[in-house]
Nanobody
Framework: QVQLVESGGGLVQAGGSLRLSCAASGRTFRSGGVGWFRQVLGKERQLVAAINWSDGSTYVEGSVKGRFTISRDNAKNTVYLQMNSLKPDDTAVYYC??????????????????WGQGTQVTVSS
């Protein structure tokens, strides 16, 4: 069984920064990848960024490119989402998700097997 625990969310003013962490326990990932998603109440869950565990290749969604960075620390089994220049539109619950079936970057939520509980990010104007 895999557990994913997100942390680092909170309230920040527009233009500020937050770093989200996703710590995995229960197994050590050496293949597959992790994605960060966000969801606003009443809307579909949206992929923000994804990273491959083995080679570190990444994908960052267009609306956050240049502001958000995804990275990993294999030794800590942890993936990070650094969020800079935050905007009110970034307000959402952020979830991390993991899959171990493929080394390809997965850009949709059904491709992930394990999910964290989510962490709230609120950006005030």
């Amino acid at each position: 069984q895999v557990q994913l625990v997100e942390s680092g969310g909170g309230l920040v003013q527009a233009g500020g920064s937050l770093r989200l962490s996703c710590a995995a326990s229960g197994r050590t990932f050496r293949s597959g990848g992790v994605g960060w998603f966000r969801q606003v109440l009443g809307k579909e869950r949206q992929l923000v960024a994804a990273i491959n565990w083995s080679d570190g290749s990444t994908y960052v969604e267009g609306s956050v490119k240049g502001r958000f960075t995804i990275s990993r620390d294999n030794a800590k089994n942890t993936v990070y989402l650094q969020m800079n220049s935050l905007k009110p539109d970034d307000t959402a619950v952020y979830y991390c998700a993991a899959q171990s079936r493929t080394t390809l970057l997965i850009l949709n939520s059904p491709g992930y097997d394990y999910w964290g509980q989510g962490t709230q990010v609120t950006v005030s104007s």
